[in-house]
């Protein structure tokens, strides 16, 4: 891959996690497969490429991928105002987290702990939700900067949906720390985005 193919990889990684925030705060429901899919991507170290952090392949990064260049087209007449402005938020907060050394720590010390109740459970039970939802409320929830998320109060009052909108949103800031540690920007989505445009159209998403 490429260098900007990796980036998109990644990006497409926060932009899936805002559409399974925005599906899960409507409707009450996404997959197991969709969860399990972005939920893994928290317990992956050292991984050898960046596709490895999404299990080797792309496929469940397709709704991010749509959700992507459907911005970077600026198609206005859809544009998804609330998961862009997950998106925005998540790309905020990971700066502000890779700033603060104490909270990594606690996120180091924490994430294989969850990855033995795995063993356990399984990645999409909702004890696991519930505990990487613990883990983003003791380190995302204490900055000043919080994530609105809007839908239908009849779900998101559920106490297994907040878990699961709070693990997607610390899934989509570990994809946020990827891209920018492949060097992605914010200010990329202008000035790259003719050459997004072209990667995403030559794929068939």
Same mark, same amino acid.
């Given at each position: 891959?490429t ?5 998109? +990889? ?7 996690a ?6 899960l705060?409507?409707?009450g ?11 893994? +991507? ?10 490895? !952090?999404?299990? $080797? ?50 996120? $180091?010390?924490?994430?294989?702990k ?9 990645i ?19 900055f000043?900067q919080?994530i ?16 699961? !909108? ?12 990827? #891209?920018?540690?492949? $060097?992605?920007?914010? #200010?990329?989505?202008? +000035? ?14």
């Amino acid at each position: 891959m490429t260098l900007l193919q990796e980036q998109m +990889t990644a990006l497409a990684g926060v932009f899936q996690a805002a559409a399974l925030v925005n599906k899960l705060a409507h409707t009450g429901q996404i997959s197991d497969a969709a969860l399990a899919n972005m939920l893994k +991507t928290l317990l992956v170290r050292n991984p050898e490429s960046t596709i490895d !952090v999404y299990g $080797g392949d792309d496929l469940g990064l397709r709704d991010g991928y749509k959700l992507l260049q459907s911005i970077l087209a600026r198609e206005t007449d859809n544009l998804p105002r609330e998961s862009l402005r997950y998106v925005v938020s998540m790309l905020s907060l990971e700066r502000q987290f890779s700033r603060r050394d104490d909270l990594l720590e606690i996120a $180091g010390l924490r994430l294989p702990k969850i990855e033995q109740q795995v063993e356990l459970y399984g990645i999409s039970s909702d004890n696991i939700a519930a505990s990487f939802a613990g883990l983003y409320q003791d380190t995302i929830s204490t900055f000043k900067q919080r994530i609105q998320v809007h839908g239908d109060m009849r779900f998101l009052q559920q106490d297994i949906t907040a878990a699961k !909108v709070r693990a997607l949103l610390f899934a989509g800031i570990r994809s946020a720390r990827l #891209w920018r540690q492949l $060097g992605g920007r914010r #200010w990329h989505l202008l +000035t790259k985005r003719g050459a997004m445009l072209h990667e995403l159209k030559s794929r068939s998403l």
